[in-house]
């Protein structure tokens, strides 16, 4: 079983994001977490993992923008988490907007995260002197400086409303520049923007999605698959919760800031800081939390509506995302578990044809994945 931490070396971030889930007052500040504070928090992650059953440890480099520091400085982090917690199955990878990406980072990448990076790729919200073409061009020959150095770059993409009106632009997008597999993410109600699509826009742009790679399926043609579609088959066909479909986070994540602060949830934790306790405070502190002991209870009891009793989906989605709104009796009518994409799956896989189809799908999406818990996630904004 694995324990998922985002450790946050810093919050500083350098590249401005409409979107961001983090105050920008958060993202200017150049601090760093200290040896004090780091060992303060392995300590905790170490007891957290043996009380609760953790055998295998995912470490996201995490921020603000990890990057944005020196190689040395994360080798520095990188050994003190192997050395603290070498009982364990140990998982690095860093979560990176790729723009700080140097010459100099190449070295730490393959060495300590089996040179795989997971990198968020926005379509709409950044933009160089007010350009989004130039950010996204900038982004592709970082993709290729990585790529000429045998790593490979995981995208992450948060669908705005101008995505989600068009996937087939997003779905060309990425086999046209020579990615096989991209992770989605989804918008929440923390920090700005407006453009967060609903839950019917999203579950549209879902099965817009499926559509096009069962299209290429069926005319033998190479396809992108992602995570969102590839979970929502294996969900419908073998009852396997997935990404947003029974997921287990509230229990099996654990978000640590710069200074210590703690959170099951990277999107909360600037506006829950008053609620937690800090690594600081210790394993106890954390384990008796109220808050985190009520988002547990939140997402495997009362997060499932009256609706979910009858649904046919109910024993894998577990109600979708626990801090998704439901939308079901008011906004779209549609559920945080996104039914009606799940309904739009299981009707194609009713033939043989189809299950065939999604089954090669699911098959090549898990060849093309890593696991779901350290594939790069930037969490839902």
């Given at each position: 079983?694995?324990?998922?931490?985002?450790?946050?070396?810093?919050?500083?971030?350098?590249?401005?994001?409409?979107?961001?889930?983090?105050?920008?007052?958060?993202?200017?500040?150049?601090?760093?977490?200290?040896?004090?504070?780091?060992?303060?928090?392995?300590?905790?992650?170490?007891?957290?993992?043996?009380?609760?059953?953790?055998?295998?440890?995912?470490?996201?480099?995490?921020?603000?923008?990890?990057?944005?520091?020196?190689?040395?400085?994360?080798?520095?982090?990188?050994?003190?988490?192997?050395?603290?917690?070498?009982?364990?199955?140990?998982?690095?990878?860093?979560?990176?907007?790729?723009?700080?990406?140097?010459?100099?980072?190449?070295?730490?990448?393959?060495?300590?995260?089996?040179?795989?990076?997971?990198?968020?790729?926005d379509f709409t919200g950044r933009t160089i002197n007010g350009s989004n073409e130039k950010y996204v061009d900038l982004w592709m020959r970082k993709v290729e400086l990585a790529r000429a150095n045998g790593i490979t770059v995981g995208p992450i993409m948060v669908?705005?409303?101008?995505?989600?009106?068009?996937?087939?632009?997003?779905?060309?997008?990425?086999?046209?520049?020579?990615?096989?597999?991209?992770?989605?993410?989804?918008?929440?109600?923390?920090?700005?923007?407006?453009?967060?699509?609903?839950?019917?826009?999203?579950?549209?742009?879902?099965?817009?999605?499926?559509?096009?790679?069962?299209?290429?399926?069926?005319?033998?043609?190479?396809?992108?698959?992602?995570?969102?579609?590839?979970?929502?088959?294996?969900?419908?066909?073998?009852?396997?919760?997935?990404?947003?479909?029974?997921?287990?986070?509230?229990?099996?994540?654990?978000?640590?800031?710069?200074?210590?602060?703690?959170?099951?949830?990277?999107?909360?934790?600037?506006?829950?800081?008053?609620?937690?306790?800090?690594?600081?405070?210790?394993?106890?502190?954390?384990?008796?939390?109220?808050?985190?002991?009520?988002?547990?209870?939140?997402?495997?009891?009362?997060?499932?509506?009256?609706?979910?009793?009858t649904c046919t989906f109910r024993s894998f989605c577990k109600s979708g995302c626990p801090i998704t709104e439901h939308q079901v009796h008011s906004g779209s009518g549609e559920c945080a578990g996104y039914r009606s994409h799940l309904h739009h799956v299981e009707?194609?896989?009713?033939?043989?044809?189809?299950?065939?189809?999604?089954?090669?799908?699911?098959?090549?999406?898990?060849?093309?994945?890593?696991?779901?818990?350290?594939?790069?996630?930037?969490?839902?904004?």
């Amino acid at each position: 079983m694995m324990l998922t931490v985002y450790l946050k070396p810093t919050n500083y971030c350098n590249v401005g994001c409409d979107f961001c889930y983090l105050p920008e007052d958060v993202r200017a500040n150049k601090a760093r977490m200290t040896p004090e504070t780091l060992d303060a928090t392995l300590e905790l992650i170490e007891q957290l993992a043996l009380r609760e059953g953790h055998d295998r440890i995912a470490i996201l480099y995490h921020g603000g923008e990890p990057l944005s520091l020196s190689a040395e400085t994360l080798f520095w982090y990188s050994d003190k988490v192997r050395a603290r917690l070498a009982r364990f199955d140990i998982q690095e990878t860093v979560q990176t907007s790729l723009i700080p990406l140097r010459d100099s980072h190449i070295q730490f990448i393959k060495d300590r995260c089996g040179a795989f990076v997971g990198s968020s790729l926005d379509f709409t919200g950044r933009t160089i002197n007010g350009s989004n073409e130039k950010y996204v061009d900038l982004w592709m020959r970082k993709v290729e400086l990585a790529r000429a150095n045998g790593i490979t770059v995981g995208p992450i993409m948060v669908p705005t409303t101008n995505e989600t009106a068009n996937p087939a632009r997003v779905y060309e997008w990425f086999k046209a520049n020579g990615f096989d597999y991209f992770n989605i993410e989804r918008y929440n109600g923390y920090g700005a923007g407006a453009d967060r699509p609903d839950n019917k826009q999203h579950s549209q742009f879902l099965q817009a999605l499926f559509d096009l790679g069962m299209a290429d399926l069926a005319a033998g043609k190479p396809f992108v698959a992602n995570n969102a579609v590839a979970a929502s088959i294996g969900g419908v066909l073998h009852g396997q919760p997935g990404e947003r479909w029974g997921g287990k986070c509230q229990r099996d994540f654990l978000v640590v800031n710069p200074d210590g602060s703690l959170n099951t949830c990277p999107d909360r934790i600037e506006y829950e800081q008053d609620k937690w306790p800090k690594a600081q405070d210790g394993i106890d502190a954390f384990q008796t939390s109220s808050v985190r002991r009520d988002w547990i209870k939140v997402q495997m009891i009362d997060h499932v509506a009256n609706h979910c009793k009858t649904c046919t989906f109910r024993s894998f989605c577990k109600s979708g995302c626990p801090i998704t709104e439901h939308q079901v009796h008011s906004g779209s009518g549609e559920c945080a578990g996104y039914r009606s994409h799940l309904h739009h799956v299981e009707s194609y896989v009713n033939t043989a044809i189809g299950r065939q189809h999604a089954s090669a799908y699911l098959t090549a999406a898990g060849h093309k994945t890593f696991d779901p818990y350290t594939y790069g996630m930037e969490r839902v904004r």
